[in-house]
């Protein structure tokens, strides 16, 4: 700003001494009336004036010019300068735009950024919990493990069950040709043995398709072990009582059971003298039908009594059961002889409980070909009830009479008639009907299922409950 101020002072002073020499010029030249170029002298005055005014001009602009440098950009690059000035606003202007469209990916890209994060922390707690889940899986996989290794032991226990029963109905088969032999020998008065023989082929028979069952289908191994495991005790007591006798009391064999509802001790000492007292009876009416013995035939020991009488004075609902504890036969010698007690028994006595809720699944079997035959048909059902007692009995269920629906053959009929017009493979399923308590009956009711949908039960063909009008 200074250099501005001494090139005005300047520029004042060098205008006002050109001005004096400029005038002093045209005086001297008018007192002179000198004549240039043959003009008048007042003429040559004016020229020498304005010579002198454009060399004062000239000089004042040589001198702007020559000292700044401003000054000469001003004059003669002006219109460059205004055109650089216009594109530089263009820019500015463009780059601002170019700022503001840098400034909005900007934020967006923050955006996409938090969104990214927010996908980021969802994935890391996805992964944690797929981590989670492989180690459950991992831990279901071993227990799977363990389960089929234990599958894989009890079924080489049960082929060697098979392998041993397959010796023993062979022994059994020679053993009933060594009794038929005896029968035929004898005199027409064992036609009761006769009875027993019979019986003894036919659960022979019934043996045979059973360990030809169980070398088909190993998956029903536990259910058919229930159903051998029963024909062989029922065999034992047969082949003991062709020897002894006619057995009538078999071991294990339930004399009385009942469900009793007990409050305090003189309770349950009475109701356990009435049970013996009953189960007395009903063991002479066995061993001696006909007679009218009225002694003290069923031993159980004092001590046993009274555990049981303590058990019950506990309070509370109770199954109860006096079991037979070994084989007896038609007029045992020991009672009707009068001898002392002989009949050992046993009493088994435990709380009432809820064993399984309504609509409990049991057991399953599969129908797996499209024709079903009457006869395969009705062993798999059987093989299914068979089933459903084994898995109910096995859980604590006391009472081993099974009750389908509504306990009709007609609607059993109707059911499985249904079963056989499908023509696509389905299941067959046992389902509790009712609450299932230790004291039973075992009541279900029969399910055909595909692909874990239920198609019709047996309660779809029950009769209807028709209400008396008032």
Known sequence: MV?????????????????????????????ARLSLFNLRPRQTATLVSIATGSVISASTLAILFGISSQLRTGVFELGRIQADLTNAEDQLAQSLAEQENVREDLQAASTERQRALARLREINQSLDQAVEQQAQTQAQLQGTRDQLVAVSEQAEALRQSTDSLRVERDRLVQQQETIRAQIAERDAAIAERDQAIRALDQSIADRDQAIAEREKRLADLQTRQNLLSRQVSDLERQFQGLFQGSI??????????????????????????????????????AIAPGTSLDQQVIALGTQEVDRLIDRLALGGEFVIRVLSAANYVIGEPCVVMGETPCIRVFVDAGPNALIYPRGTLLSTVALETSTRADQELVERVNVLLAATQFIATQNGVIEDELIIADNLTETLLRFLSAVQQETQPLDLQTVTLTDLYAAGPIQVDLVATRNGRTLFSTRDFARPTVVPMP
């Open 248 to 285: 009538v009391l078999g071991r294990n064999q339930e004399l009385l059971s009942g469900v009793i509802t007990i409050e305090n001790r003189n309770q349950a000492q009475s109701v356990v003298n009435q049970i013996l007292a009953e189960a007395n009876r009903r063991a002479i009416q």
């Open 3 to 31: 250099s501005g101020y001494v090139l005005i002072l300047a520029m004042l002073v060098l205008g006002g001494i050109i001005a004096t020499v400029g005038d002093r010029i045209g005086t001297k030249v008018g007192k």
